[in-house]
């Protein structure tokens, strides 16, 4: 993704190149807290993704970009980072930068395993899941890709209790799998429902969000931006005049904002690489947030971007 792309605008003064990114994150306002229903832990509004974006071997450059990119999450009041077993090398990466950065005590970490995988191998992965994490504990351990209406948390529930995760959760980010989803969130009300919701791809509205609240789920919304569609629908356009009505200097900005809108969402996951981006998202966590006719505002643009 290209810087134009995203359109970066950082809100600080004309020296604000010469601050290290860290103490830039630490100039503004912490970003909103949202609470989880089930538990009442106060979890911040914007985090990270980790899928491709922490997908890499043996590049020291890269590495040192993720460390400066948790930096600022942590400097800027975030703390969720998401990634899963499945994400390649991105878990290992994950718990090479939080040990290198020292900043476990202030994340909120956050993996997945797979949620076709035998009793054993369930196991096997959460202990595989563990080392490469570098922790005894995840915040948050999520089934990957829901697709059996039947699907049971019991054993998440075990894993709860034994202090292996603080919070359990189900996760989808592909419309075939909507249906069988909505038994799941009925029968077991997860603590936390991760899902893929953008202003490009509104479909999870339709049943999943409204029930995930009524269920009492936090909900985590991935593919924030489409799989970069949205940047591309959008480039060389200006932005529109109402996006400065709620404190936007992005297009990064309007789309999460107009994510977190969303009387369900709990918090954000945008796939996040640099650090200059990671400002960027965090500044959606602050100001204010688009009331209900303001959303729809949006989707009347949107239709017609």
């Given at each position: 993704?290209?810087?134009?792309?995203?359109?970066?605008?950082?809100?600080?003064?004309?020296?604000?190149?010469?601050?290290?990114?860290?103490?830039?994150?630490?100039t503004?306002a912490?970003?909103?807290?949202?609470?989880?229903?089930?538990t009442g832990?106060m979890?911040?509004?914007?985090?990270?993704?980790?899928?491709?974006v922490?997908?890499f071997e043996?590049d020291?450059?890269?590495?040192d970009?993720?460390?400066q990119?948790?930096?600022n999450?942590?400097?800027g009041?975030?703390?969720l980072i998401?990634t899963?077993?499945?994400y390649?090398?991105?878990?290992?990466?994950?718990?090479?930068?939080?040990?290198?950065?020292?900043?476990?005590?202030?994340?909120f970490?956050?993996?997945k395993?797979?949620?076709r995988?035998?009793?054993?191998?369930?196991?096997?992965?959460?202990?595989?899941?563990?080392v490469?994490?570098k922790?005894?504990?995840?915040?948050?351990?999520?089934?990957h890709?829901?697709?059996?209406?039947?699907f049971?948390?019991a054993?998440m529930?075990?894993?709860?209790?034994?202090?292996?995760?603080?919070?359990?959760?189900?996760?989808?980010?592909?419309?075939?799998?909507?249906?069988?989803?909505?038994?799941?969130?009925?029968?077991?009300k997860p603590?936390f429902f991760?899902?893929n919701?953008?202003?490009?791809?509104?479909?999870?509205?339709?049943v999943?969000?409204?029930?995930?609240?009524?269920?009492?789920?936090?909900?985590?919304?991935n593919?924030p931006?489409?799989?970069?569609?949205?940047f591309?629908?959008?480039?060389?356009?200006p932005?529109?005049?109402f996006?400065?009505?709620i404190?936007?200097?992005?297009?990064?900005?309007?789309?999460?904002?107009?994510n977190?809108?969303?009387?369900?969402?709990?918090a954000?996951?945008?796939?996040?690489?640099l650090?200059?981006y990671?400002?960027d998202?965090?500044?959606?966590?602050?100001?204010?947030m688009p009331?209900?006719?303001?959303r729809?505002?949006?989707?009347?643009?949107w239709e017609?971007?």
């Amino acid at each position: 993704m290209s810087d134009m792309s995203r359109r970066t605008v950082l809100a600080a003064t004309a020296a604000a190149a010469l601050v290290p990114h860290a103490a830039l994150a630490q100039t503004a306002a912490p970003i909103l807290k949202r609470k989880v229903p089930q538990t009442g832990f106060m979890l911040p509004v914007v985090g990270i993704g980790t899928s491709q974006v922490f997908e890499f071997e043996n590049d020291a450059a890269k590495l040192d970009e993720r460390k400066q990119v948790v930096r600022n999450l942590v400097a800027g009041g975030g703390s969720l980072i998401d990634t899963g077993a499945s994400y390649g090398t991105a878990e290992a990466n994950v718990g090479i930068v939080v040990a290198e950065t020292k900043t476990r005590p202030q994340l909120f970490l956050a993996t997945k395993f797979s949620s076709r995988d035998t009793r054993a191998e369930a196991e096997a992965e959460l202990k595989q899941s563990l080392v490469r994490l570098k922790t005894n504990y995840v915040d948050l351990q999520q089934a990957h890709n829901v697709n059996d209406p039947s699907f049971s948390c019991a054993q998440m529930k075990e894993w709860k209790a034994a202090g292996y995760c603080r919070h359990y959760g189900i996760t989808s980010s592909f419309d075939a799998a909507y249906e069988a989803l909505a038994p799941v969130i009925r029968r077991e009300k997860p603590e936390f429902f991760q899902i893929n919701y953008s202003l490009g791809d509104r479909d999870a509205e339709k049943v999943l969000l409204p029930l995930a609240r009524d269920s009492g789920c936090a909900v985590l919304t991935n593919l924030p931006f489409g799989r970069n569609s949205m940047f591309k629908r959008v480039a060389g356009k200006p932005m529109p005049d109402f996006a400065k009505d709620i404190n936007c200097t992005s297009w990064a900005q309007l789309f999460l904002k107009y994510n977190l809108s969303h009387p369900a969402v709990t918090a954000v996951i945008p796939g996040t690489d640099l650090p200059k981006y990671m400002l960027d998202n965090l500044n959606a966590g602050r100001g204010p947030m688009p009331d209900a006719a303001f959303r729809r505002r949006i989707e009347a643009w949107w239709e017609t971007a």
